[in-house]
């Protein structure tokens, strides 16, 4: 089974700030995925990447599959950027079902 | 419709009850997937629906969970018995085709089991 290690725990900033979230696994994937929570609300999908680099807006995610280990970015935060970010990985490299194995999540608080 | 739906919202029940839970995937999408998140034990997989393939049934926690998956869409969550263990928020995911591609959550039915 994989393991996925995210840090940290919690992390508030103030606005503008340059952010990190770091994820860890230990098995081989498929995929990683980068979801976002908002306190009482639903799972957003933000990144899902096997490889390199992807930028959406403010967000960027990375990922190193060497050394099985993904961050991501935001830059220029914003309190509504405030959120529980999970990540969460997919599928055995080589094979197997997909049901996503999930970090523990990142409680972000971004004080105007 | 627009995305994942999932009904009901919210389910309170009994402690030995039985409750069914629905979720109806973003038309088109072959893969489906049953999460649960709960206080102590964070988000993890239920089960796993690919096309006409056999589900993955791996991470269903007891016999007194199913899940079935009628005409490729629809699906229902069925907890037998339930314990106040059962208590989470139980989330459904659709993706295109399965592994590799962005699975989509509906707002989740928030189970309360009394």
């Known amino acids: 089974k994989n393991e996925v290690e995210q840090s940290p725990q919690n992390l508030t900033a103030q606005e503008g700030e340059f952010i990190t979230i770091n994820c860890s696994y230990s098995?081989?994937?498929?995929?990683l995925h980068w979801l976002q929570q908002h306190p009482g609300g639903g799972i957003v999908s933000l990144f899902m990447?096997?490889?390199g680099k992807k930028k959406h807006g403010r967000l960027i995610a990375t990922i190193n599959i060497q050394e099985k280990h993904s961050s991501l970015h935001i830059t220029a935060s914003h309190p509504r950027d405030s959120a529980v970010y999970i990540c969460?990985?997919?599928?055995?490299?080589?094979?197997?079902?997909?049901?996503?194995?999930f970090g523990k999540g990142t409680h972000l608080i971004i004080q105007p | 419709g627009a995305g994942v739906s999932q009904s009901p919202s919210n389910k309170v029940t009994e402690k030995g009850k039985d409750v069914e839970l629905r979720c109806d995937p973003i038309?088109?999408?072959?893969?489906l997937y049953w999460y649960r998140q709960s206080l102590g034990q964070g988000l993890e997989f239920l089960i796993y629906?690919?096309?006409?393939?056999?589900?993955?049934k791996s991470g269903l926690p007891s016999d007194r969970f199913s899940a079935e998956r009628t005409g490729g869409s629809v699906s229902t969550l069925t907890i037998q018995r339930t314990q106040q263990e059962d208590s989470a928020v139980y989330l459904c995911?659709?993706?295109?085709?399965?592994?590799?591609?962005?699975?989509?959550f509906g707002p989740g039915t928030r189970l309360t089991v009394l």
């Open positions: 995911a659709s993706s295109l085709v399965g592994t590799g591609t962005e699975q989509f």
């Open positions: 098995v081989g994937i498929s995929a």
């Open positions: 990447l096997s490889s």
């Open positions: 969460a990985v997919g599928g055995v490299a080589g094979g197997g079902a997909d049901g996503l194995t």
């Open positions: 038309s088109g999408h072959t893969a």
């Open positions: 629906f690919q096309g006409n393939s056999a589900p993955d």
